[in-house]
């Protein structure tokens, strides 16, 4: 079996409320002989079809570790954690016979550990070193085949068990935890891809950057879907229920609208849906409304589609200051000129210049001050 399953996190452990907390499981080994480079440790999603797999990340401030022993020389385990720049931060000690040890208050940042077996007169017989283990910002991205990533790069993958490794080097975020995934709609309708890249490896690059820290945005963009379809699906879609459960984001972009308006649904309508959308976000799953970001959605070219997008536009803007959330891009203001440019070959989809300024427009509407604050509740 290939080491790396043993570093793999393999649950998602329920406590009070309705929040997961992930717990990482890593091998203490046999012997001294210590892997030259850090094993890696990684974080698989199931998606809507397939999975992907990404280097551990996670919002929490609260790190859960469950060392499991190779030997049964070895009867107990130091776990060390180390920060990025090599210094041990804090370590602690579990016995064969218990289970969890937890490290508490952590800043973002990126992480290693350190396991040293002993035996049971304390001499030292394994050693070994797991990593990176992100502290960061888990963000969702909530949207249309906009943010789907439609007229973006697109790839074909028989497996849909996705890995980095499996794209080329221009479509991973450097930290390669961001890379196309699974196209839930384009899959029924275009045989030739199934994966697209969208904006979210851009805008990972640049929100690390930007907050010095490890990011991760997960695309749960849907293609043709309007407001109400999408509040439908949080209310009775498990897959999507699960993977919000499990990747507990402490950031929330919200870009919806444009399917509605070609169904020609007041603004009233999706008004109430959007709210109800925030309500179970706050409700469900943690959310904080000034964590919540809602764009206006995206120009629309195809005739008389403007006028009702408009009317979007000013009731969000409403919406967003009675709830106390914030504002996202102006993507219909963003798009309304040089459609050549911008768009693809349909009034509505970016081209790839397009998903470049998208990814951009983002970064640009989340503040630097959000890396101040708490990731997310311990």
């Known amino acids: 079996m290939p080491y790396f399953l043993t570093c793999l ?15 990482i499981e890593v091998r203490v080994p046999a ?29 929490s401030t609260r790190l859960r570790v469950r060392p499991t022993f190779s030997s049964e020389q070895v009867v107990e385990a130091e776990v060390g954690l180390l920060a990025g720049d090599g210094g041990r931060r804090e370590a602690k000690t579990a016995k064969a016979s218990e289970d969890v040890i937890e490290f508490t208050g952590l800043p973002p940042g ?81 045989p030739d891809i199934n994966c697209f890249t969208s904006w979210m490896p851009r805008l990972n690059d640049l929100l690390a950057k930007k907050w010095r820290q490890p990011v991760f945005i997960a695309n749960e963009g849907w293609g043709g879907i309007t407001t109400g379809r999408y509040l439908q699906m949080m209310k009775t879609d498990a897959g999507w229920q ?12 919200i870009h919806l609208g444009v399917n509605d ?40 070219y195809a005739p008389g589609a403007a006028d009702r997008l408009a009317g979007y536009r000013k009731a969000i803007g409403t919406l967003v200051a ?26 509505v989809h970016p081209n790839a210049e397009g998903v470049e300024l998208m990814a951009r427009l983002w970064a640009a509407a989340l503040p630097a001050a959000l890396q101040e604050a708490p990731a997310r509740r311990p």
């Not at 649950?11 to 309705?18: E, I, N, P, Q, R």
């Not at 890696?40 to 551990?56: F, H, M, N, Q």
């Not at 959330?325 to 070959?345: E, V």
């Open 9 to 23: 996190l393999i649950s998602a452990a329920f406590f009070a409320g309705t929040v997961a907390h992930a717990q």
């Open 31 to 59: 012997d001294k002989e210590a892997a030259e480079n850090a094993r890696p440790v990684w974080l698989r999603v199931e998606d809507a079809k397939g999975s992907y797999t990404i280097p551990y990340i996670q919002s």
């Open 110 to 190: 990126e992480y290693s550990l350190e396991v040293t077996g002993r035996d049971a007169a304390g001499n030292v017989v394994a050693r070994d070193r797991h990593g990176p283990v992100g502290i960061g910002t888990m963000i969702a991205a909530l949207g249309d085949s906009i943010t789907e990533g439609y007229h973006s790069r697109g790839f074909h993958q028989e497996s849909l068990d996705l890995t980095p490794a499996m794209f080329p080097a221009e479509v991973v975020s450097r930290d390669r935890r961001n890379y196309p995934q699974f196209a839930p709609t384009t899959a029924h309708h275009r």
């Open 242 to 253: 699960r993977r919000m459960r499990q990747l507990e984001p402490s950031v929330w972009l």
């Open 261 to 300: 308006g070609r169904a020609k649904l007041g603004a009233d309508e999706v008004t109430r849906n959007l709210a109800a959308i925030v309500d179970i976000l706050v409700k469900d799953h943690a959310a904080t409304p000034a964590r919540i970001f809602v764009a206006a959605p995206s120009y629309d």
């Open 322 to 347: 009675e709830k106390g959330l914030k504002s996202g891009p102006d993507f219909f203001a963003a798009y309304a000129d040089d459609r050549p440019r911008y768009y693809g070959t349909d009034p």
